[in-house]
T-cell receptor, first 114, second 115 residues
Framework: GAVVSQHPSWVICKSGTSVKIECRSL??????MFWYRQFPKQSLMLMATSNEGSKATYEQGVEKDKFLINHASLTLSTLTVTSAHPEDSSFYIC??????????FGPGTRLTVL | GNSVTQMEGPVTLSEEAFLTINCTYT??????LFWYVQYPGEGLQLLLK?????DKGSNKGFEATYRKETTSFHLEKGSVQVSDSAVYFCALSDRSNFGNEKLTFGTGTRLTIIP
């Protein structure tokens, strides 16, 4: 299957700082990428849909000013957690949409906010 | 809205045992159904899928049948191996927005196979 990478795989930051997570589709162009959040022993929750060249669409309850998404090219979407706090600590996963019923997932980024 | 209810884990089985992980869903319309697997340290991988009622998805010895009448998509394998140890997620796709399909996931079931 296709390869989607995420960077970094693990990040620790101080409360109040911002953290950027990159999601890259390595072998196909993705006009749509999705960002998920996964809490320990819980399901993946869709945060937002990232569309190349346009604004992201956020799910209900997700703060768009806190979780900034930029889909600057057909192979790269970034998620910036602004002014991070301990409650933002989580596992963030992206996926790249390739076609009907076909998404490829990145390995995830673990964020720990101290 | 859409939702997926998945069998709670963790599940521990001996090698060569029969596996069933239950999954039921609630959805408007006619979703596609998926099982994803997450091996330790790796991203989610599609295990199998079914796009319409009575379809059977299969891969690596795993099977699941799309049952519209019972809104279920149970995962089965006749003889599990140690290498099947992973977390399994049932999911459905909202196909009402073509080209921008959102996935709704179950909570995941951690499976451990002991030799």
């Amino acid at each position: 299957g296709a390869v989607v990478s995420q960077h970094p795989s693990w990040v620790i930051c101080k409360s109040g700082t911002s953290v950027k997570i990159e999601c890259r589709s390595l072998d196909f162009q993705a006009t749509t990428m999705f960002w998920y959040r996964q809490f320990p022993k819980q399901s993946l929750m869709l945060m937002a849909t990232s569309n190349e060249g346009s604004k992201a669409t956020y799910e209900q309850g997700v703060e768009k000013d806190k979780f900034l998404i930029n889909h600057a090219s057909l192979t790269l979407s970034t998620l910036t957690v602004t002014s991070a706090h301990p409650e933002d600590s989580s596992f963030y996963i992206c996926s790249a949409y390739r076609g009907p019923d076909t998404q490829y997932f990145g390995p995830g980024t673990r964020l720990t906010v101290l | 809205g859409n939702s997926v209810t998945q069998m709670e884990g963790p599940v521990t089985l001996s090698e060569e045992a029969f596996l069933t992980i239950n999954c039921t869903y609630t959805a408007t319309g006619y979703p596609s159904l998926f099982w994803y697997v997450q091996y330790p340290g790796e991203g989610l991988q599609l295990l199998l899928k079914a796009t319409k009622a009575d379809d059977k998805g299969s891969n690596k010895g795993f099977e699941a049948t799309y049952r519209k009448e019972t809104t279920s998509f149970h995962l089965e394998k006749g003889s599990v191996q140690v290498s099947d140890s992973a977390v399994y997620f049932c999911a459905l796709s909202d196909r009402s927005n073509f080209g921008n399909e959102k996935l709704t996931f179950g909570t995941g079931t951690r499976l451990t196979i002991i030799p």
